[in-house]
């Protein structure tokens, strides 16, 4: 069966856009066995012959119904597939999936029916929720960065906008390219509705989302811009628990050069 990605190289260089995110994840130790998911909007590059494509799969709930995603198409990672093998072999470890009418189902296209993870529900539900406002964010990341996760077994850095104006502080960078910080869920079940919910309330005000004992939620335009959203924050877990092993607190950037860094550059917070 030829690829979907064959002869369409717009489609194909975001699916590699996925497949080189996801080496990196493995490289960074933040995707260990089938750990982590990544599900990105392609619906602006699906022609007529794509859409004319048979199911390769019976209709499948989504188990919400999501009137933004009428006539979507998703490419996803499958459930209980691994990054590792996703970076080497994208349309083996994941998925084209086509929302059907009901906004409530779905069917498998191409190229392998791959099953989509197993939050697809959740991931499914942000992205009818970026639609819904208008939003230019076509992918969504979860990943388990291992120093940003460590953080949340301290409960101050899981209190509002503790995390983020740390992290600000420890290089310029950080506020530079992460400039709505960090939004903070408490622990809950993982897929579960309660924690989809979280994370939709919690992007209203944020672009990366962290689960406390768990790992972050980020989105953005493509998948490589929510990757380096999450790569710049643990950069700077990794900077101030250095400073702690050497032995002392890092003063950080101060509030009123942060403050000048967010008017120079026109950033939002």
């Known amino acids: 069966m030829e690829s979907i990605l064959n002869n369409r190289p717009k489609l ?11 080496g990196y994840l493995w490289q960074k130790g933040w995707a260990e066995r089938n750990g982590g998911n990544i599900t990105i909007n392609i619906t602006e590059y699906v022609d007529d012959e794509i859409k004319a494509m048979p199911a390769i799969s019976e209709v499948k709930p989504i188990g919400a119904t999501l009137p933004y ?19 080497r072999q994208p349309m083996a470890n994941g998925s084209v999936i086509r929302i059907l009418d009901d906004c409530a189902s779905y069917v498998i296209i191409a190229d392998e029916p791959v099953n989509p993870t197993s939050e697809l529900p959740s991931h499914l539900s942000v992205h009818n929720n970026l639609i819904s406002k208008g939003s230019n964010y076509k992918a969504s990341l979860h990943t388990h960065p291992i120093e940003l996760v460590a953080l949340t077994h301290n409960k101050k850095f899981m ?3 503790y995390a983020s104006n740390l992290l600000w502080s420890m290089i310029p960078e950080t506020k530079a ?3 709505r910080g960090l939004g903070m869920v408490p622990y809950k079940l993982p ?3 309660e924690l989809a919910e979280a ?12 689960w406390e004992k768990h790992g972050v939620f980020a989105v953005d335009t ?7 959203q999450v790569d710049v924050l643990n950069k700077s877990a990794l900077i101030y628990i250095a400073a702690k092993n050497m032995g002392f607190e890092p003063d950080g950037m ?12 026109h950033l939002p917070k």
């Open 159 to 161: 209190e509002k906008d």
């Open 69 to 87: 995603l009428k006539g979507c198409y998703f490419y996803c990672k499958g459930t209980n597939k691994r990054m590792r093998d996703l970076a």
């Open 12 to 22: 194909a260089a975001e699916i590699n856009k996925v497949a080189e995110v996801a």
């Open 191 to 193: 897929s579960s509705v």
């Open 199 to 210: 994370t939709i309330n919690e992007l209203d005000d944020y672009d990366v989302v962290m």
């Open 222 to 228: 493509d998948i490589m811009a929510a990757f380096d």
């Open 254 to 265: 101060s509030q009123e050069q942060m403050k000048e860094m967010s008017v120079a550059f």
């Open 177 to 179: 390219f992460c400039p």
